[in-house]
């Protein structure tokens, strides 16, 4: 049975060419079943492939005296086969720390991090993870799950860089199989065994429903994957001849990747749809954040993604000599003469005032420090970021809200109306209307 499992393992590994001749594998060794069933493998088929193996151990410091225990078990074990052996620790309990997120996430992160040096250290181009058609079946379901989109289907390649998967063909009862044939025993991580990581309760509770229905469904999700990463590949393709400039007009596939290629973060499908959303219908000026410190932006030319959160564009305007001009967040403002006894509607967005009453310059302006704003007659005047605050405005709201002001002060606010500080607007005698227009989905509204 091994020596067919071993053959399985060859052709796979030819098939995707994942050993050139002379390579240097390490074999990140946990001491598991999957991991020392690929050990005993390549230790066999290594001459085949006229390569060389190392292997590493990562010692996570999450189980105390369990860990140290596996860590030496592996150990042994190499130096009984004649392996290279490298121990690496690292704190994953700290990381999840530093990076705010979960502990299963940070000991990934750690892992490929201390096996990225160790093959360094033992002069390794190629790393191998024990991934087997098992873990792919819970790790399609999982991105399933977190709203991963189609491309989760695509599940783990066999190569991703100098990461190889040899015995991805491979199920976990194949691997038990292997270390039964070799007469080896292996330990098993307690870890693994709690539903408290999302994995394990998938691995636990829900393929065994989905093997309940197709007892090889392992097999089907490994096909499966092979199909949706060169449907993927051939669409990664067509998007790589074109810039974030045009994903407002790009087709869904290639706007998506595009954005997950160009963005400095790794993005998620509610992510990726939010930013296409924001290329094609968003305001110019408007932002969204993406975790990990990134922002979106969208700007006259369409989106950018930048490391901090852009100030919103300055805009200083001299209402005497305009009568139209564009302005920051998709808005733009209006003059004109106003029409002896007209009726004014919408103070809110529309700011009527007569000309006999402007002290020195009118300008359209953002807030600054200083502003005052009475909202009505019965109340006292306030600074102009307390009332902003009130009204629950967000920051970038607060720093972009379009104001009218004169020598005396603000006029008028947009969204808020009139400051009571100043007369009210008389239509019987000549003056000018402001209007500002906001513009939502390719229209403009009053």
Not at 58 to 86: Q, S
Not at 328 to 336: I, T
């Amino acid at each position: 049975m091994a020596s067919e499992l071993e053959g399985r393992v060859a052709a796979y590994v030819r098939k995707n060419a994942m050993i050139p001749e002379n390579s240097r594998i390490l074999v990140a060794f946990s001491g598991g079943c999957d991991s020392l069933a690929m050990l005993l493998v390549l230790k066999r088929l290594a001459p085949l492939f006229k390569a060389t193996l190392a292997a590493a151990h990562v010692n996570h410091m999450l189980r105390g005296a369990d860990a140290d225990a596996d860590e030496e078990f592996c150990r042994r074990l190499c130096e009984k086969m004649g392996v290279p052996f490298l121990a690496k620790r690292g704190d994953a309990a700290a990381l999840a720390a530093e990076l705010r997120t979960g502990t299963e996430d940070a000991a990934r992160t750690l892992r490929y991090r201390l096996l990225a040096e160790a093959a360094d250290e033992l002069g390794c181009d190629r790393i191998a993870t024990a991934h087997t058609s098992d873990d792919n079946l819970e790790t399609v379901l999982l991105h399933l799950i977190r709203g991963g989109g189609i491309g989760a289907v695509a599940g783990i390649p066999p190569i991703r860089g100098d990461l190889i998967r040899p015995i991805l063909c491979l199920s976990r009862a194949d691997t038990e199989e292997v270390c039964r044939s070799y007469g080896e025993g292996y330990v098993t991580d307690k870890s693994n065994l709690s539903d408290d990581y999302t994995r394990n309760y998938i691995r636990h509770h829900v393929v065994p429903c989905v093997k309940k229905l197709n007892p090889s469904a392992q097999d089907v999700f490994l096909k499966n994957s092979a199909l949706a990463r060169a449907d993927g590949e051939y669409l990664d393709g067509l998007a790589a001849e074109h810039g974030l400039e045009e994903v407002a007009s790009l087709a869904d596939p290639i706007a998506s990747r595009v954005v997950r290629r160009e963005c400095p973060t790794e993005l998620d499908g509610v992510k990726t749809e939010a930013v296409v959303r924001l290329a094609r219908e968003g305001e110019r000026g408007s932002v969204i954040a993406l975790g990990n410190g990134v922002y979106c932006e969208r700007t006259a030319k369409g989106i950018v993604f930048t490391k901090e959160a852009p100030p919103p564009e300055d805009f200083r305007i001299n209402l005497a000599r305009t009568e139209y001009a564009e302005l920051p967040e998709g808005m733009s403002v209006r003059v004109e003469k106003t029409e002896k006894d007209r009726k004014i509607y919408n103070l809110l967005t529309s700011c009527p005032l007569n000309c006999d009453t402007i002290k020195d310059s009118l300008e359209l302006r953002p807030p600054k420090k200083g502003d005052t704003f009475r909202r009505n007659s019965g109340s006292g005047s306030k600074p102009l970021r307390r009332v902003m605050t009130d009204l629950k405005l967000s920051q970038r709201e607060r720093a972009s809200l379009p104001v009218i002001a004169d020598g005396r002060g603000v006029l008028w606010a947009y969204g808020i109306g009139r400051n009571a500080d100043f007369a009210e607007f008389d239509p019987s005698r000549e003056g000018v209307l402001i209007k500002i227009e906001k513009k939502v989905k390719g229209e403009s509204k009053q």
